[in-house]
T-cell receptor, first 115, second 115 residues
Framework: SQTIHQWPATLVQPVGSPLSLECTVEGTSNPNLYWYRQAAGRGLQLLFYSVGIGQISSEVPQNLSASRPQDRQFILSSKKLLLSDSGFYLC??????????????FGPGTRLTVT | AQTVTQSQPEMSVQEAETVTLSCTYDTSESNYYLFWYKQPPSRQMILVIRQEAYKQQNATENRFSVNFQKAAKSFSLKISDSQLGDTAMYFCAIEGGTSYGKLTFGQGTILTVHP
């Protein structure tokens, strides 16, 4: 069965410090990978998605970047955090279904607080 | 661009009763998919139900069913025989048929089930 891991689960970082959040998927090959951010009490906003190694698409201009060094590894980074980067970050994976859709499965998330 | 609107920030229901959560959407895609996700206090995102836009029959999953009105661009979720474990935030989401599985989410509805 497929499993998705995210770490760390919780992170408190000062403004201006770097960031690295990691996501790995087990039990599937060549998945599409996604990073979402959820502000407090709000919906999810797609930040980045990747359809293959080294292929990253950005959905929202921002202070963050993403990389996919391996097939099942997705990393979210920042060189200098801003207060507005605080939030709950979710990684997700999907593979195409026979019906034509992609069914997404989410990781447990990372709660980031920038102080 | 796709948009999803959930007009009910909060709802409450008594245990064993039925509740309906509303969702409207807008898309220029001719082929798309609609989803309801549940996010309990643990913040783990869980897929509740999926509807293919080309199917006229409303999807059902046990106590969960949808009322899909394509012309009105409406996609409501009905929860029958509500249980305490249904207490969560519920998100409506849309995926365009050519979007590599990218989801656009609504702002969510907090559902509280009272004993």
């Amino acid at each position: 069965s497929q499993t998705i891991h995210q770490w760390p689960a919780t992170l408190v970082q000062p403004v201006g410090s770097p960031l690295s959040l990691e996501c790995t998927v087990e039990g599937t090959s060549n998945p599409n990978l996604y990073w979402y951010r959820q502000a407090a009490g709000r919906g999810l906003q797609l930040l980045f998605y990747s359809v293959g190694i080294g292929q990253i698409s950005s959905e929202v201009p921002q202070n963050l970047s993403a990389s996919r060094p391996q097939d099942r590894q997705f990393i979210l980074s920042s060189k200098k955090l801003l207060l507005s980067d605080s939030g709950f970050y979710l990684c997700a994976w999907s593979v195409p279904m026979a019906s034509g859709t992609y069914e997404q499965y989410f990781g447990p998330g990372t709660r980031l607080t920038v102080t | 661009a796709q948009t999803v609107t959930q007009s009910q920030p909060e709802m409450s229901v008594q245990e064993a009763e039925t509740v309906t959560l509303s969702c409207t959407y807008d898309t220029s895609e001719s082929n798309y998919y609609l989803f309801w996700y549940k996010q309990p206090p643990s913040r783990q995102m869980i897929l509740v139900i999926r509807q293919e836009a080309y199917k006229q029959q409303n999807a059902t999953e046990n106590r969960f069913s949808v009322n899909f009105q394509k012309a009105a661009k409406s996609f409501s979720l009905k929860i029958s025989d509500s249980q305490l474990g249904d207490t969560a935030m519920y998100f409506c989401a849309i995926e365009g048929g050519t979007s590599y599985g990218k989801l656009t989410f609504g702002q969510g509805t907090i559902l509280t089930v009272h004993p």
